[in-house]
């Protein structure tokens, strides 16, 4: 499914018709998971939608969904944290309620001691005796009370602290790619989008789309085997190399994008020429038998961002300068860069990285 190069409107037909064939409902959300698996655009997408089997169930899917696709889930998400907090705001008045009952009945007695103690009567001193038992018996059972009060209150931190705990990480969800820990390419456009929140002073940085050269040295099989293994492995590279103060995501398969706070070339040039080392010096192990697979190299295509007016020109153009490396052969680095023609028109540098 995920070798198959198709065309969109191939896919959104093959779509259709393998929902109709499956019996999956025509919701929206099944819709996109679905197109994103015969895309095959996500490796782990195509194989766990496959692993599925043949009828899958809307429970299914919607677990799926929420992995690959959690904007469509938020919605479900944010009504079951709704009612819980709903339901615990309940208990917890419910809780004062009773406490509020309490106070009362133990202010009814303090009184009645009182009025026993100061009336200046001093007719039975059994009565006396009794009132005092009983406010000591109430002042007991009060601050019983009070004990198990407390402890309900703690529980009920706790739930509030875990309903708070799971809406974070589901929010982290939207922005992170499973696989590798990195942001994802929602994330990346976010970052992008700031990038030109004033269009008429973009922050000072540069784009780069980076491919790893996974089929210059493996089989379709053998990349399929090992995707996992090597996503892994190069997320990890890249996170390591990668500058804190930088933007690094991962869009999918072997794809990953940056974004350098700088507009220096040279130091850009530098960032690259680090990363290249790394994925050099990274010996690859086969994660079963251990032996060595040799290292990797990757292709990259960078913009500047004084050549784009744009969020989308941004990233389209260190796409086409990524395509012009891969034509190239790979293991190629292509810089985007205006022509000097009066600004008409683009030409590409072509650097061989390595």
């Given at each position: 499914?995920n070798q198959r190069k198709s065309s969109t409107n191939d896919v959104a037909l093959r779509v259709a018709t393998a929902m109709q064939q499956m019996g999956i409902d025509g919701l929206p959300r099944n819709y996109e998971l679905v197109y994103e698996a015969y895309a095959g655009v996500n490796p782990e997408l195509v194989r766990d ?21 959690p904007h469509h889930h938020e919605e479900s998400v944010l009504q079951r944290s709704a009612g819980a907090v709903r339901d615990e705001m309940t208990n917890f008045m419910a809780l004062l309620q009773e406490e509020k009952t309490s106070l009362s009945d133990y202010g009814r007695l303090i009184g009645e001691a009182s009025q026993a ?238």
């Amino acid at each position: 499914m995920n070798q198959r190069k198709s065309s969109t409107n191939d896919v959104a037909l093959r779509v259709a018709t393998a929902m109709q064939q499956m019996g999956i409902d025509g919701l929206p959300r099944n819709y996109e998971l679905v197109y994103e698996a015969y895309a095959g655009v996500n490796p782990e997408l195509v194989r766990d939608f496959i692993a599925l089997g043949k009828f899958k169930t809307q429970a299914a899917l919607d677990e799926l969904g929420r992995k690959y696709l959690p904007h469509h889930h938020e919605e479900s998400v944010l009504q079951r944290s709704a009612g819980a907090v709903r339901d615990e705001m309940t208990n917890f008045m419910a809780l004062l309620q009773e406490e509020k009952t309490s106070l009362s009945d133990y202010g009814r007695l303090i009184g009645e001691a009182s009025q026993a103690i100061f009336s200046g009567d001093q007719g039975s001193a059994q009565a006396l005796g009794n009132s005092i038992e009983r406010l000591r018996q109430a002042t007991e059972r009060q601050a019983t009370r009070n004990a198990a009060m407390e402890a309900r209150v703690a529980n009920q931190s706790k739930t509030m602290d875990t309903i708070q705990r799971d809406l974070a990480a589901f929010e982290a969800t939207k922005f992170t790619d499973a696989a590798t820990g990195l942001g994802n390419r929602r994330a990346f456009n976010k970052a992008v989008a700031k990038v030109y929140a004033n269009p008429e002073l973009p922050l000072p940085c540069a784009l780069a789309v980076v491919e790893v050269d996974v089929g210059k040295r493996f089989s379709p099989i053998q990349v399929d085997a090992l995707n996992d293994y090597l996503v892994r492995h190069y997320g990890s590279l890249i996170k390591r190399t990668t500058p804190s103060n930088d933007v690094v995501c991962r869009f999918d398969g072997f794809r990953f994008g940056f974004l350098f706070y700088t507009t220096d070339e040279t130091e850009v040039g530098r960032l690259m020429t680090l990363l290249r080392t790394a994925f050099a010096a990274a010996t690859l192990k086969h994660p079963e038998t251990m032996r060595s697979l040799g290292s990797l190299t990757f292709s990259a295509g960078i913009c500047m961002v004084g050549s784009a007016g744009n969020a989308f020109d941004f990233v389209n153009l260190a796409e086409k300068s990524l395509q012009q490396a891969l034509a190239a052969g790979g293991n190629r680095i292509v810089l985007h860069r205006d022509s000097e023609a009066g600004g008409e028109g683009k030409d590409w540098m072509l650097y061989r990285a390595g």
